[in-house]
């Protein structure tokens, strides 16, 4: 099992642009997450999905949409990115409940210049 | 809403030497508690958890923690660190709400000497 993937695993991007972060996982997992992980401050929770077709906000959701189109992936928008963007995004997947624990992905390093 | 503190931004500990990494959480319902382990450049991995029943839970790689409803703790341990330890520690607290999402400490950096 792949587990949970992460796609890409680096990106450069400059203020103003947009990208998509796709996160796909093999486990049928119901549950989804999208965490923010910056020095100092742990993960931050910024959206996620408890099913296909349902997304919700976290606690630092502005400036990034999701989608969950299909139950596998999970994906991540930055419309218009800013410096302030830059972190290393973590996806995570879980089972209801949470006894489970999550499942994360390897990460995504995102530098706005 | 919870929180978790991980009073421990940086420790240092001797290979061979016990380790006690602090968790403090704030929540109030009784929780589901957990800690992480993450090594440089990889994802998180999941040590140990805690939802009720024996307060000493036995985890991965040699690690345990006790939960202390008292002291609203919930310290990570291990008698002997072993070289690759060396990692980064997450404390976090599972919400209440139907996702249950889970909320983490800031972290605590394990570096063992040699």
């Known amino acids: 099992n792949a587990g949970v993937t992460q796609t890409p695993k680096f990106r450069v991007l400059k203020t103003g642009q947009s990208m998509t972060l796709l996160c796909a996982q093999d486990?049928?997992?119901?549950?989804m997450y999208w965490y923010r992980q910056d020095p100092g401050m742990g993960l931050r929770l910024i959206h996620y999905s408890v099913g296909e077709g349902t997304t919700a906000k976290g606690e630092v959701p502005d400036g990034y949409n999701v989608s969950r189109l299909k139950k596998q992936n999970f994906l991540l928008g930055l419309e218009s990115a800013a410096p302030s963007q830059t972190s290393v995004y973590f996806c995570?997947?879980?089972?209801?409940?949470?006894?489970?624990?999550?499942?994360f992905g390897s990460g995504t390093r995102l530098t706005v210049v | 809403a919870q929180s978790v503190t991980q009073p421990d931004i940086h420790i240092t500990v001797s290979e061979g030497a016990s380790l006690e990494l602090r968790c403090n959480y704030s929540y109030g319902a009784t929780p589901y508690l957990f800690w992480y382990v993450q090594s440089p450049g990889q994802g998180l991995q999941l040590l140990l958890k805690y939802f009720s029943g024996d307060t000493l839970v036995q985890g991965i790689k040699g690690f345990e923690a006790e939960f202390k409803r008292s002291q609203s703790s919930f310290n990570l341990r291990k008698p002997s660190v072993h070289w690759s330890d060396a990692a980064e520690y997450f404390c976090?607290?599972?919400?209440?709400?139907?996702?249950?999402?889970?909320?983490f400490g800031s972290g605590t950096q394990l570096t063992v000497l040699p």
């Open positions: 486990m049928n997992h119901e549950y």
């Open positions: 976090a607290v599972a919400s209440s709400g139907s996702a249950r999402q889970l909320t």
């Open positions: 995570a997947s879980s089972y209801p409940p949470v006894n489970y624990g999550y499942t």
